[in-house]
């Protein structure tokens, strides 16, 4: 793949979990794609990843990927990434967020992601109940 | 035009002197404007400031190993992911997993991003390490 392909593969691929579309996810990868999170340290394949998405996405009213910064490699790519998201009582926080991700024939075989969840209680406005001002 | 083989060199050579406690080499592998970002904070640490925390560290900590190094170079810079073990005076050995995304020129590191999950900080710092945590943060 080019730098170009990998570089549009990638931001397609994060434009579809924005959008919540499972099933341009379950296009993107690979049927041998592995998903490994520093915050769990353990893998999962594409397709547990995909069956948990639909839950976590009840989490928040809106996410969005934003100041992506997107470096290509042979085989691959590293995205640097805000993830901001907005709870469904208003609240919006944020996460940042890098992923290395390797790739194929136009699909995303593996997904290394790395975050911080000692900010996941701020991310989700934890003890919150209205909307901030 | 790329030079992995350059990039890559820089990569292996900063992290196995931060192994060898070889400080000078350290020193060499940032640029004079080096800056380098942690996830845990959000923020930039200047140079000098990073470079006193490498060097505590390297004072302090019996060992600092780099586990299971995966590099890869794009077009000015490289990302490692590993897994980093220290041993504490105590003998505890810590261990966390990190992603190091560097951008480079003229063969050094000019600014560096460190993404690690500060939700396990104990099993990096260890029952002792917790204790100084608490007490500064008291």
């Not at chain 2, 350059?6 to 990569?11: I, Q």
């Not at chain 2, 640029?31 to 560290?57: K, M």
Request: glycine share 8%; charged share 30%.
């Amino acid at each position: 793949m080019t730098d170009g392909e990998i570089r549009e593969l990638c931001n397609r691929f994060f434009d579809a979990y924005q959008d919540r579309r499972i099933d341009a996810l379950a296009e993107i990868y690979a049927p041998d794609c592995s998903v490994w999170h520093n915050v769990f340290g353990r893998e999962t394949t594409g397709a547990e990843n995909l069956a948990a998405l639909p839950k976590s996405y009840e989490g928040q009213r809106r996410r969005s990927y934003d100041d992506r910064t997107i470096n290509t490699f042979e085989g691959g790519f590293v995205i640097q990434y805000t993830l901001a998201g907005v709870q469904h009582n208003g609240h919006r926080g944020a996460l940042w967020i890098c992923i290395v991700g390797l790739c194929r024939d136009g699909k995303i075989t593996r997904i290394d992601e790395y975050m911080d969840s000692s900010k996941f209680a701020a991310w989700a406005g934890a003890g919150r109940k209205g909307r901030e001002a | 035009m790329r030079r992995d083989s350059e990039t890559l060199a820089l990569c292996d050579r900063f992290f196995d002197a931060i192994e060898q406690k070889d400080f000078a080499t350290v020193e060499r592998c940032y640029a004079p404007e080096a800056i380098v970002w942690h996830s845990h904070d959000c923020l930039y640490q200047a140079r000098e400031s990073n470079l006193e925390t490498l060097r505590d560290g390297m004072n302090r900590l019996k060992k600092m190993r780099y586990r299971n190094r995966r590099i890869h170079v794009f077009e000015g810079g490289f990302v490692q992911q590993h897994t980093l073990f220290v041993t504490h005076p105590d003998d505890f050995v810590g261990q966390m997993d990190v992603c190091f995304v560097a951008y480079t020129r003229d063969g050094m590191i000019s600014r560096a991003y460190e993404y690690f999950d500060a939700g396990q900080i104990e099993k990096f710092l260890g029952p002792a390490g917790r204790g100084a945590r608490v007490s500064r943060e008291g």
